[in-house]
């Protein structure tokens, strides 16, 4: 086969699988994909396994090899290319199958990996521009090169847009310290507005509405209640894990008992953030089950501004979107008024494997250390 077919089918297959990558990842874009999340996340992960199978199994006829005696550049360049390609792709099958710490490994992988990508594919774009000249000195765009360069425009924008927020995960996962924006190593603090909402303690308020009467709890009151710590592994759709990581705070289900709840008369909770749009619902059964928490506290640390400081939701063994950061308010109802992630199409019941692809999820179990509910 010819090489401009093998490598213009190659370019293609690759735009898909990275395109609906970075949809994934960066929340701007699963905000436009929406209700097609779950279309995106199988285009990539099929797409991914079949590329994978193509450009290992069948290298020669699919990964554009430059022809042996090539004047154009050194191999070194297409072999460079082919080993990011199998990075990919390896570090993709860890990240769909493996137990959290392969996982937790994975995202690492498949962002340097993807990262590395995007600098090769930018280089080699701006490396292939004086080929807009003919060798006679007149411009030449042909149709079919103008809807090329058309194609890598659409894919480079979002992609080389979304290269921030890849660095920022992967300098935390990688220096192990933690980030500029606070957040823990390993967390992608994700904002569905504009930057992180700054809500000292002094002037959190946490009000509760729905019972007989409505509540208001001051940073005092609520550091008096009661407390509960939970060791889970925090999971976000995108498929981001950090594993074994601690937070502590206030039983959500002993927290509106006490308050006089009646959960037969209004099974609902919808939790409000303080950035004001970002919102979330539970009922009855899922509290009673999952046993979320009004968390504050961090392995061992106050709850970092850019992760929901002073008090977020957290909610154990279901995907990271149904934890609040922000907290500021909860609302009981009799009937369920979907959350900012529900309103775009994603599950209510967002327990681990709601998208079928958590293999190696251990069976669910409710840890509580009472005496370890720190607090400082
Ligand atoms: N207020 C608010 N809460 C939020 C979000 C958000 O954008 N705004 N993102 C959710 C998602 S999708 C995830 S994965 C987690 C991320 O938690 P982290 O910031 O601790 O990494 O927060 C959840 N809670
Ligand atoms: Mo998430």
Known sequence: MNFRTKHWRHVYALALVTLTGFALFLSSWRRVVGPFFAVVQ???????????????????????????????????????G?????????????????????????????????????????WHLLTRLPLWKKPTGEWHVSRR?????????????????GMPTLLTMLSGRLDGRGRASGALPGFVPYTVVNGFPDISRQH???????L?????????????????????DFHCVTGWVVPHVEFAGVDLLEFLTTLGWHPEKHPWVTFYSGDGVYTDTLNVEQIRQYRPLL??????????????????????HMYGYKSVKWLVGMAVSDHVIPGFWEQRGYPQNAYLG???????????????????????
């Not at 285009?43 to 079949?50: E, W, Y």
């Not at 959190?204 to 729905?210: I, P, Q, T």
């Not at 961090?298 to 709850?303: A, E, N, R, S, T």
């Open 204 to 210: 959190w308020r946490l009000w509760v509405h729905g």
């Open 82 to 122: 082919y080993f990011i390609l199998i990075m990919l792709v390896i570090s993709g099958a860890g990240l769909l199958v493996g137990p959290s710490p392969t996982r937790a490994i994975a995202t690492v992988l498949h962002g340097l990996a993807a990262a590395a990508l995007v600098i090769w594919a930018v």
């Open 295 to 316: 968390a504050d506290s961090i392995d061992y640390q106050p709850l970092p501004r850019a992760q929901g400081a002073p008090v977020r939701l957290l909610v154990p």
């Open 42 to 80: 199988w285009t990539h992960i099929v797409g991914g396994i079949l590329y994978g199978i193509a450009i290992i199994g069948w290298s020669r006829f699919f990964y554009p090899w430059l022809p042996k005696k090539s004047d154009q550049r050194s191999p070194a360049y297409t072999r460079w």
């Open 354 to 376: 709601s998208y079928g692809l958590d293999f190696g999820q251990q069976p669910f179990q409710v840890q509580t250390h009472k005496k370890r509910g720190h607090l400082k």
């Open 145 to 161: 090169r103008a809807l090329r360069w058309f194609i890598a425009a659409v894919v480079a924008v979002p992609v080389v847009g």
């Open 212 to 232: 007989a009467q409505p509540h208001t709890f001051t940073w005092d009151q609520y550091a008096a209640l009661p407390r509960r710590a939970v060791r889970i």
